[in-house]
């Protein structure tokens, strides 16, 4: 257990809807970063968030957005979902911005 | 941004040794970390090089030269339950943060 917990862990949902996948991080870890894992694809960058604050954006849709609470905790807001936004949403979580990810068990979202 | 390249599938017997390479291009260097991945799991974190050189760490070693832009996982006494896959990613700085970007992995299969 990497002590990075996310929830849902499975979610399937209809074309055109909104989601809202959440991440607490590990106990004093103020980065985190959102992945999305494809079948056919590696684990892609979407966005880093640090101590509330976006610090880096990747490869992320106009359609996806996501933030960090005061609490540390971040969401990731997925709209107007397609098919190929199916995929495992992953959030890791590091200390600084200096030190190793961990990673949580990661959202299985199907879109159908 | 990066280029990092790993073989896509590679097979050893239980017991052997493995040594998986990984190849990247990118400017900004700020670490290399090597995360393991068996199916719809959550890669977990094997190891980490910023200096030239060997770290172990048990039966895992990993090995980088910065300027070759090469590193290598190397898996001693390989168990069946190493099958998986192996995640090479290159930390680069980018506008204050840092951020690893991963390769697409290499499937290891440990047969007996």
């Known amino acids: 257990d990497s002590g990075v917990t996310q929830t849902p862990k499975h979610l399937i949902t209809a074309t055109g809807q909104r989601v809202t996948l959440r991440c607490s991080p590990r106990?004093?870890?103020?980065?985190v970063y959102w992945y999305q894992q494809s079948l056919d694809q590696g684990l892609q960058f979407l966005i880093q968030?640090?101590?509330?604050?976006?610090?880096a954006k990747g490869n992320i849709l106009e359609r996806f957005s996501a933030q960090q609470f005061p609490d540390l905790h971040s969401e990731l807001n997925l709209s107007s979902l397609e098919l190929g936004d199916s995929a495992l949403y992953f959030c890791?979580?590091?200390?600084?911005?200096?030190?190793?990810?961990?990673f949580g068990q990661g959202t299985r979202l199907t879109v159908v | 941004g990066q280029n990092i390249d790993q073989p896509t599938e590679m097979t050893a017997t239980e017991g052997a040794i493995v040594q998986i390479n990984c190849t990247y291009q990118t400017s900004g260097f700020n670490g290399l970390f090597w995360y393991q991945q068996h199916a719809g799991e959550a890669p977990t974190f094997l190891s980490y090089?910023?200096?030239?050189g060997l770290e172990e760490k048990g039966r895992f070693s990993s090995f980088l030269s910065r300027s070759k832009g090469y590193s290598y996982l190397l898996l001693k006494e390989l168990q069946m339950k190493d099958s998986a896959s192996y995640l090479c990613?290159?930390?680069?700085?980018?506008?204050?943060?840092?951020?690893?970007?991963f390769g697409r992995g290499t499937s290891l299969i440990v047969h007996p």
């Open positions: 090089n910023v200096l030239d």
């Open positions: 106990s004093g870890d103020l980065s």
């Open positions: 968030y640090y101590n509330g604050e976006e610090r």
């Open positions: 990613a290159v930390r680069e700085s980018s506008g204050g943060s840092y951020i690893p970007t």
């Open positions: 890791a979580s590091q200390q600084g911005l200096n030190t190793e990810a961990f």
